[in-house]
């Protein structure tokens, strides 16, 4: 999901603060981009442990949670992965939260630089390397030492470049 989108979907739509024809049209608006993304839906009881330490105070609101890696449950797809989290829903015995996966945040240089030593089946040198990556030469002494703390085995060569 890109967050970006739905953030401006909701602030239209928090910014109207009282049930307007107009606010029902953005409501509309937000959950018909929500409904075609894939989600997870969480219900808990008042009376289970969640209450307790439950992130939310009102309908609507919403988060960032990193899903830990040792995550079980109906999050445990999204171990190690950003999912944005929304109360949904509220009635006399429950609550639910539905929870979307967030598209990778934007990777660093050195992000970029690891996927493409990963993925590359040209003869191996850093040129080449940075060259896949979407690095520029030449490099500052910032993104050498990012580079050199990444891949110590490459610190003479990447000394060398200009």
């Known amino acids: 999901m890109d967050i970006e989108r739905f953030k401006k979907l909701h602030a239209d739509f928090s910014s109207i603060p009282t049930w307007t024809k107009d ?3 953005k409501h509309k608006a937000l959950w018909d981009y929500l409904k075609h993304k894939e989600s997870v839906s969480i219900t808990s009881g008042y009376s289970s442990n969640i209450p307790k330490n439950f992130p939310f105070s009102s309908l609507h609101e ?13 999050l445990m797809p ?6 944005l989290r929304i109360y949904t829903k509220r009635d006399r015995y429950n609550r639910t939260i539905m929870c979307f996966p ?3 945040a934007p990777k660093s240089g050195t992000d970029f630089l ?3 030593l990963s993925r590359s089946n ?3 040198t850093l040129e080449n390397y940075l060259s ?3 690095i520029a030469l030449p490099l500052d002494n ?3 030492a990012m580079l050199i703390a990444e891949f110590p085995q490459w610190e003479k060569q990447i000394l060398k470049l200009r």
Do not use: C, M, W
């Not at 899903?67 to 079980?72: A, G, H, L």
């Not at 999204?78 to 999912?83: N, P, T, W």
């Open 102 to 104: 967030l598209k990778q």
């Open 142 to 144: 910032e993104q050498k």
């Open 78 to 83: 999204y171990r190690g992965k950003s999912v």
């Open 114 to 116: 690891f996927d493409a």
């Open 132 to 134: 896949i990556a979407g």
């Open 23 to 25: 606010k029902h049209k």
């Open 62 to 74: 919403y988060d960032v949670y990193e899903v830990p890696s040792q995550k079980t449950g109906n």
């Open 122 to 124: 040209q003869e191996h």
